[in-house]
T-cell receptor
Framework: DVKVTQSSRYLVKRTGEKVFLECVQD?????MFWYRQDPGLGLRLIYF???????EKGDIPEGYSVSREKKERFSLILESASTNQTSMYLC?????????????FGQGTRLTVV | GEDVEQSLFLSVREGDSSVINCTYT??????LYWYKQEPGAGLQLLTY?????DMKQDQRLTVLLNKKDKHLSLRIADTQTGDSAIYFC????????????FGAGTRLAVHP
């Protein structure tokens, strides 16, 4: 069974803390993505990576960074958490190239910044 | 530019058909997707359609694509309470990094 696993379902952090969200996939996918999901706004792409140590900014990268040291793991980092980063964070992975781009999603991490 | 729009809410009676609509702006999109998100879960792919197709049917699901109007719809026949979820429309282009652009999601509520 294919799997994308996010390390935490729920997190509560304080303003100013450095926060790490971890994501691991077992499908040997080249592409990995971090989205945030907010009511009425859908999913917005924060960053994506198409290879180890490679990263590209998405639509809303401000306040975030990412790390991909190994193919199976993609980390999202909030350098200094703020209350407007309270959200649901979804990680996804997909195979690169080809004609179909099905993305597989993790179960999400609901982050609350207080 | 890339933009995907959906209505935010739909309420239907159990046993009726549901139709969820989506419009997109990027005419170069090659694949269009419907994802389902159940409460407290991640997204799960329901179905997809290639841009050279008009229709795709998969059991209770029918996807219609009007490429001229850039309009996509998902019809769920005989809607059940288990179909209550948020449904996301998404578009992507062939090749490259296969980036998906999502709509805001339509919350489907099924009542008895």
């Amino acid at each position: 069974d294919v799997k994308v696993t996010q390390s935490s379902r729920y997190l509560v952090k304080r303003t100013g803390e450095k926060v790490f969200l971890e994501c691991v996939q077992d499908m040997d996918h080249e592409n990995m993505f971090w989205y945030r999901q907010d009511p009425g706004l859908g999913l917005r792409l924060i960053y994506f990576s198409y290879d180890v140590k490679m990263k590209e900014k998405g639509d809303i990268p401000e306040g975030y960074s990412v790390s991909r040291e190994k193919k199976e793991r993609f980390s999202l980092i909030l350098e200094s958490a703020s209350t407007n980063q309270t959200s649901m964070y979804l990680c996804a992975s997909s195979k690169q190239g080809g004609r179909n781009t099905e993305a597989f999603f993790g179960q999400g991490t609901r982050l609350t910044v207080v | 530019g890339e933009d995907v729009e959906q209505s935010l809410f739909l309420s239907v009676r159990e046993g009726d058909s549901s139709v969820i609509n989506c419009t997109y702006t990027d005419s170069s999109s090659t694949y269009l997707y419907w994802y389902k998100q159940e409460p407290g879960a991640g997204l799960q792919l329901l179905t997809y359609i290639f841009s050279n197709m008009d229709m795709k049917q998969d059991q209770r699901l029918t996807v219609l694509l009007n490429k001229k109007d850039k309009h996509l719809s998902l019809r769920i026949a005989d809607t059940q309470t288990g179909d209550s979820a948020i449904y996301f429309c998404a578009e992507s282009k062939y090749g490259g990094y296969n980036k998906l652009i999502f709509g805001a999601g339509t919350r489907l509520a099924v009542h008895p």
